[in-house]
């Protein structure tokens, strides 16, 4: 499966967002995006100490 669109509609998602801060519209979009690829088998690892 393509993921391209998937990568576009989170930036999208991402940078469209105005609730909250920016951290938060950026960590729960991400995490959407990340729970979708685990469900496909797929490990994101985008957390850090200095992300979410």
């Known amino acids: ?6 990568y576009d509609a989170c930036v999208k998602d991402t940078c469209a967002c105005d ?3 920016d951290c938060d519209c ?3 979009a991400v995490a959407a995006y990340a729970a979708e690829c685990r469900k496909k088998g797929a ?8 992300i979410c």
């Open 1 to 6: 499966v393509d993921s391209g669109p998937y």
């Open 19 to 21: 609730s909250g801060g």
């Open 26 to 28: 950026f960590c729960t």
């Open 43 to 50: 490990c994101v690892a985008w957390r850090s100490p200095s």
